[in-house]
């Protein structure tokens, strides 16, 4: 019983130590393709034993079948399995053969080799041959490649560790929850990271590729979709996970990609997600130097697609190699080509002649072509003209692992009313950083959809431009001519400086304070001048007055009891999950209900509310949800796991096991739960040690002075660092001084205080350890009502505080408003100048007495 998460961890960790030196973007090809490989190896054998009508077995028993079966009926099963899968691997040709070879010790790399060009002869009679021809190419999968390893000895090593890495998947069983499907793709990320630039040619990032995909799926009854420049096929892919179950079997996918091992690394990645080959057309080519696909009963419409996404590469330079014309019909409705030496406005003509009538295309583009002029201009000015550009949204910067250039998305549709605004949303600033790359969260995606769908507008993010304002700015479409970023920074005011008080008008702008609680502000204030009020207490006690204000705690009583419904009602539906439920669905819904939900309130950040349920998800539920509805929720509580932990380093470096884990039930919990008193005696024990190390710390600092005898009888026990004492100094030292001396019985409080500490030390970690054997046999015997509390608290433990602190944000930093404008204006500039004043008489009066006494 192994998680999706388990597998994408595993896999991953087996790539950084198998690759070693070999560049990540190289790597990805022969760890891929071999899991692909795998991938096939299992449908060919789970195809032979349905059709075959056996019973469940042992994998080697079910390879020596097949093996019995093809030399008994040869062609004939062949054509069956074919019939069925549209390929099949020949007995001898299995995965599963590689690792029996493997453990016999007669493993030969060019068997691989072989299994490999002999696929490329099973499917090259078959119907469905352009969707498997070329998948192991040798160009993309070249055994003989010395970055594998510098002699034959060394390549056999290293591809019999590949080959052993996905030995124990079966990527049948797998593929049924999209588990392989989301390994592959994560994989696919995870290399992308690894590879900088050249990540550029094969992925988007997935943040962004779910902007794109949820606004594209709101397109209703969508059957095709179509990426010209389609990487690793994650952007149709994504679009497909946010259709419904039947839209997703019937729809239709289609692509193309420049790039040979990019391209089968698109099939690949379709198949196993279980898209039937009849349903994908992917095509090895240039999108700019000849249109594809083409209809050849209407040469000059080109094949429509309900859906259009794609991300190109940026700025292509010398796109127009083959000598395209204004005249091809991609490029009609411009008037003009786009420049020789930037080709993003190709890639979107070339999207846009694709797009159905009533269909929506999303392209991410670079923010030049917003503003860029010449022909580029003409080009924006004639879409705009006839209102193809539905939204742009503003991206931040560094969101790609190849470029740290700020990005748009734009989306266009062909069937918007002439008079139609645009709309223009600016999420540049709605990120969190991790590492060197900025990561938009599940509520700034969210944010962004909902802002396109409701077509709102919001102050400092989203702006809806009429016809008129783009005119007036002449078909420029840089977000700043439309949105002013809003300041946080409060203007100075002069009067406030120089005779003090805080400017009413700056109060005034404290709305949610003047809207929740404009008495209890107004008590706190008073005028002192027109237009300047100061405050009449400590900002402390406002703070508690509006905090505690009857209105305040009734908000807050409110939030808590819907919290608290919203989890009982989730709490029993998550422990119920089994292997028929949809948990994306599960997840959907309820993000969308505590969206729904926290919309009731005034000021409070919806999205915020949204992200505390996405981060409950990512960092417990995706992963127990899986295993619970594999097992069960009381079984999952009461199963433990193997805590595996890396030891060593560099050739030594080892996994070992070092105790065992609750399956979802965490150690920690079960210790601080129900093992409280125990954990009080250890931090007990902790807190005397500290007393004593602080102790310890004194002396050594008086014995470094050596002011006295004492501390120079101290100063000859520390080590030559002189920052600890060593005992058996101070055992030396002690024999030397007289008992009764001062000396000597500072000496024995130093011997007394370093065996007190030696002997706590040793308890403590005699207790840890008999605490973390007790904890690991407690979870075989948990009680259903211990696992009930024990899980309600890891999932939903401090889900109701962060509600109750959606409605004091928004106030705490509003009294932080007030405290700062309280903390500017408390000094007037007459205040400060009569300060100075004193100052300088004093500095006079000081010299004066100097020059007398001299």
Not at 353 to 374: C, D, E, K, Y
Not at 672 to 691: F, M
Not at 830 to 836: L, R
């Amino acid at each position: 019983m192994i998680t999706s998460e388990e597998i994408k961890r595993r896999l991953w960790d087996g790539a950084n130590e198998l690759r070693g030196s070999m560049d990540a973007s190289r790597y990805k090809d022969y760890m891929l393709g071999l899991m692909f490989y795998k991938f096939l190896s299992d449908k060919t054998l789970e195809t032979f034993k349905v059709t075959s009508g056996l019973g469940e077995m042992a994998e080697s028993e079910l390879v020596e079948e097949y093996s019995k079966a093809k030399a008994e009926y040869g062609e004939q099963l062949e054509k069956m399995i074919k019939n069925v899968l549209g390929y099949y691997v020949l007995p001898e040709y299995l995965y599963q053969t590689w690792l029996k070879d493997i453990n016999s010790g007669d493993f030969e790399v060019q068997k691989v080799t072989d299994s490999l060009n002999n696929f490329e002869r099973t499917i090259a009679v078959s119907g469905d041959s352009d969707d498997f021809k070329g998948l192991f190419s040798s160009s993309t999968l070249d055994l003989t490649d010395t970055a594998l390893g510098s002699n034959l000895n060394e390549r056999s090593k290293n591809v019999k560790a590949l080959i052993l890495l996905f030995a124990d998947l079966n990527m049948v069983a797998l593929q049924k929850g999209d588990v392989l499907g989301d390994a592959y793709e994560y994989l696919i990320g995870q290399f992308a990271m690894e590879s900088g630039k050249k990540a550029g040619e094969f992925y988007t990032p997935r943040q962004v590729s779910e902007v794109m995909a949820q606004i594209v799926a709101r397109t209703s009854n969508i059957k095709s979709i179509y990426d010209p420049t389609v990487g690793s096929g994650s952007l149709l892919l994504t679009v497909g996970r946010h259709l419904d179950e039947d839209a997703q079997k019937n729809l239709n996918y289609y692509g193309q990609e420049k790039n040979t091992a990019t391209y089968n690394l698109t099939r690949m990645n379709l198949l196993l997600h279980d898209v039937r080959p009849e349903k994908m057309t992917i095509r090895n080519g240039d999108s700019l130097s000849q249109d594809w696909p083409e209809d050849p009963e209407r040469p000059n419409e080109g094949v429509q697609f309900d859906a259009v996404v794609m991300n190109p590469p940026y700025s292509v330079k010398n796109w127009n190699k083959s000598g395209l014309k204004v005249s091809d019909p991609r490029f009609e409705v411009a008037g003009v080509l786009p420049p020789d030496s930037k080709g993003d406005f190709a890639f979107l003509l070339h999207g846009l002649f694709h797009l159905g009538q009533n269909g929506t295309m999303a392209i991410v583009l670079p923010h030049g072509v917003l503003f860029r002029g010449s022909a580029e201009g003409t080009i924006r000015e004639r879409l705009l003209k006839k209102n193809y550009i539905d939204t742009i949204i503003g991206l931040p910067d560094h969101l790609f692992t190849n470029t740290g250039i700020p990005v748009v998305v734009m989306i266009l549709k062909k069937n918007r009313k002439i008079d139609e605004p645009v709309l223009i949303i600016d999420a540049s600033r709605g990120f969190i950083k991790v590492g060197k790359q900025n990561v938009l969260q599940e509520k700034d995606i969210a944010k962004i959809v909902d802002t396109h769908v409701e077509r709102r507008e919001e102050e400092g993010y989203s702006h809806l431009a009429t016809r008129e304002e783009i005119i007036e700015n002449q078909y420029n479409m840089n977000i700043p001519r439309y949105i002013e970023a809003l300041s946080e920074e409060i203007p100075q005011d002069v009067d406030a400086h120089l005779l003090g008080g805080i400017p009413q008008k700056d109060i005034d702008k404290l709305k949610i304070l003047q809207s929740t609680a404009p008495d209890v502000l107004k008590r706190s204030l008073k005028k002192i001048r027109d237009g300047y009020v100061e405050l009449v207490k400590p900002i402390e006690e406002i703070s508690d007055d509006i905090l505690s204000d009857a209105r305040i705690a009734q908000k807050t009583k409110e939030i808590e009891s819907k919290t608290k419904a919203y989890i009982d009602k989730y709490w029993d539906i998550l422990r119920n999950v089994d292997n028929g439920s949809s948990l994306t669905q599960l997840m959907d819904e309820m993000l969308v209900e505590i969206k729904e939900i926290l919309s009731a309130f005034k000021y409070i950040d919806v999205y915020d509310g949204y992200q505390v349920v996405a981060e409950i998800w990512k960092n417990a539920l995706t992963h127990d949800t899986e295993i619970i509805a594999l097992s069960g929720f009381y079984t999952a509580g009461r199963t433990r796991e193997p805590n595996m932990v890396t030891k060593g380093s560099g050739n030594k470096k080892r996994e070992e096991q070092d105790g065992w884990v609750g399956r979802i039930v965490p150690n920690e919990l079960i210790a601080k739960r129900l093992y409280s008193h125990e954990l009080e005696e250890i931090e007990s024990k902790k807190t005397r040690i500290q007393e004593i190390e602080n102790e310890l710390s004194d002396l050594v600092s008086a014995a470094n002075v050596e002011d006295s005898d004492e501390e120079n009888a101290l100063g000859e026990t520390l080590n030559k660092s002189g920052e600890a004492f060593e005992n058996k100094k101070v055992k030396a030292e002690l024999k030397k001084r007289g008992r009764g001396t001062a000396e000597h019985n500072l000496l024995k409080k130093v011997e007394k205080l370093l065996a007190d500490k030696s002997a706590l030390s040793r308890a403590v970690r005699a207790d840890e350890k008999a605490l973390k054997e007790s904890v690991q046999e407690r979870i075989l015997t948990l009680t259903n009502e211990e696992i009930d509390s024990l899980m309600y608290e890891k999932w939903f433990g401090s889900m109701v505080d962060a509600m109750v602190d959606l409605v004091w944000k928004p106030l705490k930093a509003e009294l932080n408003t007030l405290q700062m404008l309280h903390n500017r204006y408390a000094n007037t500039l007459s205040a400060i100048d009569e300060e100075i004043r004193d100052s300088e008489s004093s500095l006079e009066a000081l010299m004066r007495d100097l020059v007398v006494r001299s």
